[in-house]
């Protein structure tokens, strides 16, 4: 079963304004990380957030976890039709895995 | 770029075939896994390799084995292809000694069993 849960499933907005989507999970984690995955294509690495770690930053994205709440939100602002993929997180459970576990994802479209 | 090919990228085949999928890294890294997705579920693991010849299951491993006898090579073996195995496979390896476990993918398999 997914150990992190993205929320909302879809989401589709115009170019310049932010989407937020958030990411929910199950058991204690090291990191969390988000990918992107273009249509037809291999996911990308975004972005990694540590457990001890609040809010991390990479250009337009801005990434918050909340370890109480078991969750992680990813923003991204100032949105562009390029950032039309699907968004997934991925947790790394506490004790040292290499096993990542992924959500189903978020499909976000954006509209020039 | 970490230098990960998947082969072939398409694949039609019938059902009660045998079908191998091959991953293919030229950096040496130590973790691999092959991934199926599928709309509505994500990203599952099928089977995750540590090293060569160390291989374990993953969540959805019924009907699969894999085999890595190479460290740049890791095989996905569906002995008796089922049309419930049409399905994008991704293969992923994980940088070692990273404690942070980031992944990259290949492009993709498409098996469609008909």
């Known amino acids: 079963s997914q150990q992190g849960e993205e929320d909302p499933q879809a989401l589709s907005i115009q170019e310049g304004e932010n989407a937020t989507m958030n990411c929910s999970y199950k058991t204690s984690i090291n990191n969390l990380q988000w990918y992107r995955q273009n249509s037809g294509r291999g996911l990308v690495h975004l972005i990694l957030?540590?457990?001890?770690?609040r809010e991390k930053h990479s250009g337009r994205l801005r990434v918050t976890l909340d370890t109480s709440k078991k969750s992680s939100s990813l923003l991204i602002t100032a949105s562009r039709a390029a950032d039309t993929a699907s968004y997934f997180c991925a947790t790394h459970a506490s004790g040292g895995s290499y096993i990542p576990t992924f959500g189903r994802g978020t499909s976000l479209i954006v509209h020039p | 770029d970490a230098g990960i090919t998947q082969s072939p990228r398409h694949k039609v085949t019938e059902t009660g075939t045998p079908v191998t999928l091959r991953c293919h890294q030229t950096e040496n890294h130590r973790y691999m896994y092959w991934y199926r997705q599928d709309p509505g579920h994500g990203l599952r693991l099928i089977h995750y390799?540590?090293?060569?010849?160390?291989?374990d299951k993953g969540e959805v491993s019924d009907g699969y084995s894999v085999s890595r006898s190479k460290t740049e090579d890791f095989l996905l073996t569906l002995e008796s292809a089922t049309s419930s195995q049409t399905s994008v496979y991704f293969c992923?390896?994980?940088?070692?000694?990273?404690?942070?476990?980031?992944?990259?993918f290949g492009e993709g398999s498409r098996l469609t069993v008909l």
């Open positions: 992923a390896i994980s940088v070692a000694g990273s404690e942070t476990g980031e992944l990259f």
């Open positions: 390799s540590y090293g060569v010849k160390d291989t």
């Open positions: 957030i540590r457990s001890n770690e």
